[in-house]
């Protein structure tokens, strides 16, 4: 099983689009303190300031020099924050004030300082990370032992322990490094002068750090870092302006990383080799499941090494299995890796030499072809940091002990009842105790029962019985061979029972992300995912799970929770906005906010946030293994919550495009459709006009006609737009009056006389209709629809039929024509808006009456459809319940 995690690269137009609004940032670095980096820093920044730009002294440490209190004048500053820590006043930098401020330059000190306890952040580089994010550009200070990928040389070039680091990528993106150098007899001068510390302080310093040795070789580091970043910077520049190389191959490198005091040397030492040969590089944690468990100081420890690979810019990989070397060979070919470092143990042990060699020694064995980098670690004077690995012993529960030591006692008494025994028979029956101890219990009472069972073949079965002494050298060899027979048996049962067990774990955990995955696969509504979310999460990682979503004004609301989770507190909020703002974890076990009792994780998926997850975290320590499911399920949750927002947003887009359609056809046909009847009206009317033409009595009547029917079409399409609208926004009123239908089909066809013209209409109308409930001018309209539907789409020579029906407690009225039939397909769309049919000789229309007649039967609780007639013709049928007339009076209602 493999895990690997890394924030990935944004597209070039996108990380582009990012520098632009994020503030720049410029390092003054130097190879010690008192070169001078302060300084030119503030002579910088007065640069800036008589260019007129807006800028702010953020902070400033003067360590009491006067040279450097006296280039402040004339700087604006924001007043620092006074923290009380363990009954102490304490001054850090104001972050919120300065951020409020927004000036166009801020000034910071000391890079690698680490805040008060009560700070936002824990470090100083993150208070700067969160100026930048705002667009602020930052000037700040930094010493090259403060690089974390040169921490562990500058340890041992000057032996002393350096505790403030910053991660290598703030500096590989800041804008601008500017190396402050100074010659090592001149800085050694300036401490004899007394101008970087007091005296006694710089007695000491010479003797110590500020040796000449030392100056010089921190020197070169810094000349080698600033060198290499301009190189870096002349790579990048050939590369965009395709400018052609040489270019160095690029050979993948990798690191094996474990709770070894030594694993973060190694992993400084791989940033260093692929910052060089500027590749990518992978930091391997192998989880073997031996059977020996390291302790929470370890577990402390491989958690560290693993944030500080992935700090250092590396590929984090986790992978399960007990053969160490396979593995690393495994993924180094899976990956294509050219080069692998490793460790070399201080002294071997009596396994390695059964083995044949340790695992530098079967790793080159076995490497064939791939580079191994064998780096020799250090004796550890600290105690603190040596590996403590202790038998697994399952809560400490003596009791597993004892049940072994029972099971021997029902065999004994199984051999006493049965009788006298071969000894091969008796051993072998005294084997499974040994065995079943280690299946069940583990390595310690297996061990302890084989040393009992031993004991008791020795007292009943090896002569002379119910003494320690043994007469045949043979029966020695075989307690001897029975005790190495169930020390390796119970070791490797207990080892296969591991590797079982974490099986399962792992098993547990796809299956958890697996039935999330499937339950929410056809899950379209928000609510119910986080629902599902929430639930499945808490049992999968066994504490409280809270989502926060953003609402439509984008303000964070507690979508879904689990357990006792109350409202959040305001500082609890502002964490939480924070974490959305910002797209950075905060709270517990982390380095923003840590006191906070939660820990809260940025939902995120393509560089766009969705929301913030909260997990209740009660350990005192987060492992390893703990931080990749955590990590595994805020991906899950970011993935299953941006589905639901791009299902949102692609039916967004789709009514978008599909009200886009209707525009263009609606202009498309009322441009058409008034032009026909404004340009006869046009045309009659220019002609009525003309004195020099001479027309007669029946033309000048023929023109006033055309001008009346063209008036009435005119009339129609501008009455159906108006229903459209008046019906979809809600504002017709419908009246709520008797209505006869005869009188309705009368006052319809006096409607359309003109139109019709001499176009034969048949009616069909029983006496004895009852009434029905509806709005009669409405019901009028629907008919003269349906009338003229039929009148456009069928021949002048074929009658239209109208027939009205009583049945089944309603009325059934029918306008039936014989032109065309309609398709099948389009049996449903003709009732659409601005649908006219897919043929080319399709009448001139709008599209809406069909639709009017829709919504307005609708209204009144009917249904209209249409069947096609055989051999051709068609019928359109609409029906309205009936009620009794109970004399109500007349009402009206909105639709």
């Not at 690997?4 to 720049?24: F, H, M, N, S, Y």
């Not at 390695?352 to 064995?365: F, P």
């Not at 789409?793 to 059934?812: G, R």
């Amino acid at each position: 099983m493999q895990q690997e995690w890394k924030k990935r690269d944004p597209d070039v137009l996108l990380q582009k689009a990012i520098r632009e609004t994020r503030g720049r940032l410029t390092v003054f670095l130097g190879a010690a303190a008192g070169v001078g980096k302060t300084c030119a820093m503030l002579q910088a920044a007065k640069e800036q300031m008589e260019a007129g730009r807006d800028l702010v002294i953020g902070w400033v440490e003067t360590h009491g020099r006067q040279d450097t209190a006296a280039m402040q004048a004339g700087f604006s500053s924001i007043p620092p924050k006074k923290l009380v820590y363990r009954g102490k006043d304490f001054l850090e930098m104001d972050l919120d004030t300065i951020l409020k401020r927004q000036p166009q330059i801020v000034l910071v000190d000391e890079l690698a300082h680490t805040n008060v306890k009560g700070s936002r952040h824990i470090r100083r580089f993150q208070d700067v990370e969160e100026l930048l994010a705002a667009g602020i550009e930052v000037y700040t200070t930094l010493n090259v032992q403060h690089i974390e990928s040169l921490k562990d040389i500058v340890e041992h070039i000057t032996g002393i322990r350096i505790w403030e680091t910053v991660p290598d990528a703030v500096l590989e993106n800041a804008d601008r490094v500017q190396l402050i150098d100074i010659a090592p007899q001149d800085l050694r001068q300036r401490l004899e002068d007394g101008k970087i510390y007091a005296a006694p302080q710089a007695e000491r310093a010479l003797q110590g750090f500020f040796r000449e040795g030392n100056i010089s070789a921190l020197r070169e580091l810094a000349l080698r870092f600033t060198a290499q970043r301009v190189d870096q910077q002349m790579d990048e520049y050939m590369q965009d302006h395709a400018i052609k190389g040489p270019w160095p191959a690029r050979e993948k490198i990798m690191v094996c990383v474990s709770a070894s005091p030594f694993s973060d040397d190694l992993i400084r030492a791989a940033k260093r080799m692929a910052a060089a040969q500027k590749v990518e590089w992978y930091a391997l944690h192998i989880q073997t499941g031996k059977g020996e468990e390291v302790d929470e100081l370890n577990q402390e420890r491989l958690q560290r090494n693993l944030r500080l690979a992935a700090e250092l810019g590396s590929i984090v990989v986790a992978r399960t299995g007990s053969n160490i070397v396979q593995q690393m060979l495994d993924f180094a070919r899976e990956k294509n890796i050219a080069h692998i470092l490793v460790g070399k143990p201080l002294c071997r042990s009596w396994r390695d030499w059964l083995r044949g060699g340790d695992l530098v020694d079967c790793l080159i064995k076995q490497s064939s072809g791939i580079q191994i980098h064998v780096i020799h670690g250090q004796k550890e004077a600290d105690p603190a940091r040596r590996v403590k690995v202790q038998p697994h012993t399952p809560g400490k529960n003596f009791g597993s002990y004892g049940k072994g030591l029972g099971m021997l006692l029902l065999v004994t008494a199984l051999c006493q009842a049965v009788g006298p025994l071969e000894l091969v028979n008796t051993v072998m029956l005294y084997l499974l105790p040994v065995l079943l101890s280690a299946f069940w219990w583990g390595r310690g009472p297996s061990y302890s029962t084989a040393i009992f069972s031993v004991i008791l073949i020795d007292l009943l079965y090896i002569p002379p019985l119910y003494s320690f002494s043994i007469t045949d050298i043979r029966f020695l060899w075989t307690g001897l061979i029975f005790l190495l027979v169930g020390f390796v048996a119970g070791g490797q049962t207990e080892r296969l029972r591991r590797e079982v067990a974490l099986t399962e774990a792992e098993s547990r955990r796809t299956q958890a992300l697996y039935e999330f995955s499937r339950d929410i696969a056809g899950t379209v509504d928000l609510h119910d995912i986080v629902e599902k979310l929430v639930q499945t999460a808490e049992k999968a990682l066994q504490r409280e799970v809270v989502v926060f979503l953003p609402d439509d004004d984008g303000k964070l609301k507690m979508a879904a929770q689990s357990g006792g989770y109350n409202e959040p507190k305001i500082n609890e909020w502002e964490t939480i906005t924070w974490v959305f703002a910002h797209g950075q974890p905060a709270g517990k076990f982390t380095d923003t906010v840590p006191s906070a009792e939660y820990m809260y994780l940025p939902l995120q998926a393509q560089d766009k946030r969705i929301g913030v997850l909260a997990l209740q975290m009660v350990e005192k320590r987060m492992y390893a293994e703990q931080s990749r499911l955590i990590e595994a399920w805020t991906h899950m949750a970011a993935l299953a919550i941006e589905r639901i927002e791009l299902t949102r947003e692609a039916s967004r887009a789709a009514l978008l495009a599909e009200s886009e359609r209707l525009s263009t056809a609606l202009l498309n046909s009322i441009s058409h459709e008034l032009k026909t009847p404004l340009a006869a009206i046009l045309g009659s009317v220019s002609t009525l006009q003309d004195k020099e033409i001479a027309i007669s009595e029946s033309i000048k009547n023929e023109l006033y006609d055309g001008i009346k029917t063209s008036s009435m079409r005119m009339e129609r399409i501008v009455s159906n737009l108006l229903d459209t609208a008046r019906l979809e926004s809600g504002a017709m009123k419908i009246k709520n009056d008797w209505c006869d239908m005869q009188d309705i089909v009368g006052v319809a066809l006096h409607h359309m006389q003109e139109t019709l013209g001499q176009r034969k209409i048949c009616t069909h109308i029983p006496a004895g209709l009852p009434l029905v409930r509806g709005d009669c001018v409405l019901l009028e309209q629907v008919l003269v629809n349906l009338l003229d539907n039929a009148n456009k789409y069928s021949p002048p020579e074929q009658p239209i039929e109208i027939s009205v029906e009583h049945e089944d407690q309603k009325l059934a009225v029918s306008v039936a024509d014989f032109g065309d039939a309609i398709p099948g397909k389009e049996m449903e769309l003709i009732f659409h808006k601005f649908y006219r049919g897919s043929k080319k000789e399709t009448a001139p229309g709008t599209g809406l009456g069909l639709s009017i007649c829709k919504s307005i039967i609708e209204i009144h609780g009917g249904q209209i459809w249409v069947v096609n007639l055989i051999p051709h013709g068609k019928r359109f049928i609409f029906t309205l319940p009936e009620e009794k007339n109970d004399g109500e009076q007349a009402k009206s209602f909105d639709c």
